[in-house]
């Protein structure tokens, strides 16, 4: 192995024109992964707490699964940042020393705080579920239900009392938590896009928009992911009950209701309009005030980076599902191929932002090409590349599908009082 | 005058943190913390680039990789040499099998780059975990045992000078040789320069001939406009020069 091999960035960095020496794409794939597993983080809680805040009752069905799969996005959004660290063991300082002048500091702190804030009030919300199975489970033969009982009984953390009296402060405390969460939830995403916006030496990133950027689009994939994973789930059961039980049982399931779908529609095109102004503002005003570095900027975006921001974002991630779900007589199947593109635009805004950002160089007189490494044939290129994003994309559904054998977020009828 | 337990033990704690705080805010030093702390108020560490001297012989970054032990062969280096100007960027007088008047080849020459220890420096202000840090005398320097790699600071440096150690996997830049110049010697690229192109200084001296220079001639900085205050002064530097 030649010494060359181990330089950080070298494997997918090409450089073209007057380049520095050290410049090269050091934030990878797994930084474009970390602002968009957070957004999803964010958007999925905000979207819960519609419902659990603002009383929007159409959404209920959906909020208690968004809480849910919120928390089960929240470990995922630390991942990427862990496997791209040069020094992974040492991934705990940040807590342990913060040095409070650096954005990077404050994770851990907000990290900690939502974390806290999500549990909590997915235990107000279910207590009452837990004290009901660990009655149900006594006295059940068996192993596997031994277990279940004995989590259960962890779960409810003692507390048995599920009096009227009780469940109503219940109730009240994941209201409380979950308007705390809210400004929480932005936070834990704008600061992400502060990291970003305050780097001065990165004529791309540094704009104070970039945080409000951020949370917008943040809200779009949440909502958008939420969505898209609830109506596939409903589906799917709703399938799985027609092949089993016959057409009769199927009508109890329902699938997707349209409802729920066409409110959370409404929430996603009010971010998704927010999101689109600030970044075309943003656009406008670089080309308005063509700073100095205006000509490189505008070479690599009008140019270089075309076909990613303008064709692959603004349109097909954008303007194509808005027009989709606007459009009248709306169907399921449209509505899924809408949000899987909202999805995508917003990956690809991350991408262009990360990415884009370090496409030329602080000389402003040459360019820097990412080649993702697809075939990884070392732990960094594993880890930096194709196969350590899929990595992430999945882990949130392995959790869920874990996290929901416990807490049934996706129960109906009888199930669906708590 | 009665007094609840409540009480006394609410005034007791007060008492004793306000007794306690002031008496903090006075540290003990040791005799070798007391004159460390004297001394350095009279060093600030500064660079004096003379891109008219510079010949471009590169010596200055093979002493540097050497000293600070960068692998030679990895495109990564603590310092580097521009070649900057020519004509449109031809570095031969024949253009397009035209040979060109040596009089129009002008501005043809060499500026060395390396960290211009910033006074504000926005490396240091982003590191999550304070391992890298400007010390009294002026010099940012990087922790290798408490480093996370994050990138940021690299990330963060208007002038590119920032690189992941390839052995070591930290931040790593230049710090003037810090280890040479706090016992008297000069920075191996300093040493090593035949033509007197890089020179180091200290501010604080009004002595220092490179010092006096600096006071006296008309130098420039790079990129000023970050705010960064760099500390690294160049004579004869151009608009072309970023």
């Known amino acids: 192995m030649t010494s060359e091999a181990v330089v950080h960035g070298v494997e997918w960095t090409v450089k073209e024109l007057f380049?520095?020496?050290?410049?090269?794409?050091?934030?990878?794939?797994?930084?474009?992964?970390?602002?968009?597993?957070?957004?999803?983080?964010?958007?999925?809680?905000?979207?819960?707490?519609?419902?659990?805040?603002?009383?929007?009752?159409?959404?209920?069905?959906?909020?208690?699964?968004?809480?849910?799969?919120?928390?089960?996005?929240?470990?995922?959004?630390?991942?990427?940042?862990?496997?791209?660290?040069?020094?992974?063991?040492?991934?705990?300082?940040?807590?342990?020393?913060?040095?409070?002048?650096?954005?990077?500091?404050?994770?851990?702190i907000v990290f900690t705080a939502y974390a806290l804030i999500v549990i909590s009030e997915i235990w107000f919300v279910y207590r009452r579920y837990f004290v009901d199975q660990v009655h149900e489970l006594k006295g059940k033969e068996g192993f596997a239900n031994m277990l279940?009982?004995?989590?259960?009984?962890?779960?409810?953390?003692?507390?048995?009392?599920?009096?009227?009296?009780?469940?109503?402060?219940?109730?009240?405390?994941?209201?409380?938590?979950?308007?705390v969460g809210i400004p929480v939830a932005c936070f834990l995403h704008g600061y992400a896009g502060f990291i970003f916006g305050s780097v001065k030496?990165?004529?791309?990133?540094?704009?104070?928009?970039?945080?409000?950027?951020?949370?917008?689009?943040?809200?779009?994939?949440?909502?958008?992911?939420?969505?898209?994973?609830?109506?596939?789930?409903?589906?799917?059961?709703?399938?799985?009950?027609?092949?089993?039980?016959?057409?009769t049982a199927a009508i109890e399931i329902k699938g997707a209701e349209t409802d729920i779908i066409n409110t959370a529609t409404k929430y996603l095109l009010g971010f998704l309009v927010a999101a689109i102004s600030l970044e075309i503002l943003d656009l406008i005003f670089r080309g308005y005030t063509a700073m100095k570095s205006w000509d490189i900027l505008r070479s690599v975006m009008y140019g270089k980076d075309f076909i990613n921001i303008f064709v692959l974002q603004y349109t097909l991630g954008n303007l194509v599902p808005f027009v989709l779900l606007l459009l009248p007589g709306r169907t399921l199947k449209r509505t899924v191929v809408a949000l899987l593109l909202v999805l995508f635009g917003v990956f690809m805004m991350r991408w262009n932002v990360v990415i884009g950002g370090q496409a030329f160089s602080l000389s402003f007189s040459g360019y820097m090409h990412y080649h993702i490494p697809i075939i990884p044939h070392s732990v960094e290129t594993f880890k930096e590349g194709l196969f350590g994003a899929l990595t992430v994309i999945v882990t949130p559904f392995v959790l869920f599908w874990m996290i929901n054998k416990f807490v049934p977020s996706l129960e109906r009828g009888e199930e669906a009082k708590y | 005058m009665s007094c609840s337990r409540r009480d006394f033990l609410k005034q007791a704690c007060g008492g004793t943190l306000a007794s306690v705080l002031p008496v903090s805010a006075f540290t003990f030093l040791s005799p070798e913390e007391a004159r460390a702390a004297v001394e350095n108020?009279?060093?600030?560490?500064?660079?004096?680039?003379?891109?008219?001297?510079?010949?471009?012989?590169?010596?200055?970054?093979?002493?540097?990789?050497?000293?600070?032990?960068?692998?030679?062969?990895?495109?990564?280096?603590?310092?580097?040499?521009?070649?900057?100007?020519g004509r449109d960027g031809f570095i031969d007088n024949v253009i397009n099998g035209e040979e060109i008047d040596p009089d129009n080849i002008a501005k043809a020459?060499?500026?060395?780059?390396?960290?211009?220890?910033?006074?504000?420096?926005?490396?240091?202000?982003?590191c999550p975990v304070g391992a890298t840090y400007q010390t009294d005398d002026g010099v940012v320097?990087?922790?290798?045992?408490?480093?996370?790699?994050?990138?940021?600071?690299?990330m963060a440096c208007p002038y590119g000078v920032r690189f992941f150690h390839p052995v070591h996997?930290?931040?790593?830049?230049?710090?003037?040789?810090?280890?040479?110049?706090?016992?008297?010697?000069?920075?191996?690229?300093?040493?090593?320069?035949?033509?007197?192109?890089?020179?180091?200084?200290?501010?604080?001296?009004?002595?220092?001939?490179?010092?006096?220079?600096?006071?006296?001639?008309?130098?420039?900085?790079?990129?000023?406009?970050?705010?960064?205050?760099?500390?690294?002064?160049?004579?004869?530097l151009d608009e072309n020069v970023r």
Not at chain 2, 199 to 226: C, F, G, H, Q, S
């Open chain 1, 201 to 247: 030496a990165n004529a791309l990133w540094m704009s104070p928009l970039m945080p409000v950027i951020f949370i917008m689009s943040a809200v779009v994939s949440g909502i958008a992911l939420c969505m898209l994973t609830y109506i596939v789930i409903m589906e799917w059961k709703a399938f799985r009950k027609r092949r089993t039980e016959g057409v």
């Open chain 1, 148 to 179: 279940r009982l004995n989590v259960y009984r962890a779960l409810t953390m003692g507390s048995f009392d599920i009096s009227e009296e009780a469940l109503r402060v219940d109730h009240k405390a994941a209201k409380i938590l979950a308007g």
């Open chain 2, 141 to 154: 320097l990087v922790d290798r045992d408490w480093c996370i790699g994050c990138g940021y600071c690299i």
């Open chain 2, 109 to 126: 020459f060499f500026v060395p780059k390396l960290c211009n220890q910033c006074d504000n420096p926005p490396c240091v202000q982003v």
């Open chain 2, 41 to 85: 108020a009279n060093v600030r560490w500064a660079f004096l680039v003379d891109t008219r001297k510079c010949v471009g012989c590169g010596l200055c970054v093979k002493a540097c990789k050497n000293e600070n032990e960068i692998p030679y062969d990895a495109p990564v280096t603590r310092t580097w040499v521009e070649r900057m100007g």
């Open chain 1, 19 to 108: 380049v520095y020496p050290n410049e090269f794409i050091y934030w990878s794939i797994q930084i474009v992964m970390y602002p968009y597993m957070t957004g999803l983080v964010a958007g999925a809680f905000v979207l819960s707490s519609l419902y659990h805040v603002f009383g929007q009752k159409d959404l209920k069905e959906i909020a208690q699964f968004s809480l849910v799969f919120s928390l089960a996005l929240l470990p995922v959004a630390a991942l990427p940042l862990l496997l791209h660290l040069q020094q992974p063991l040492r991934a705990m300082e940040p807590l342990l020393t913060p040095h409070f002048t650096s954005a990077i500091s404050a994770f851990g």
């Open chain 2, 169 to 236: 996997k930290v931040a790593d830049k230049c710090n003037f040789c810090y280890h040479r110049i706090t016992k008297g010697m000069n920075p191996a690229c300093v040493e090593s320069c035949a033509f007197d192109a890089r020179r180091i200084a200290n501010l604080r001296d009004p002595d220092d001939p490179v010092t006096k220079i600096i006071t006296t001639e008309r130098v420039a900085v790079l990129k000023d406009e970050y705010g960064t205050k760099p500390h690294v002064f160049y004579i004869g």
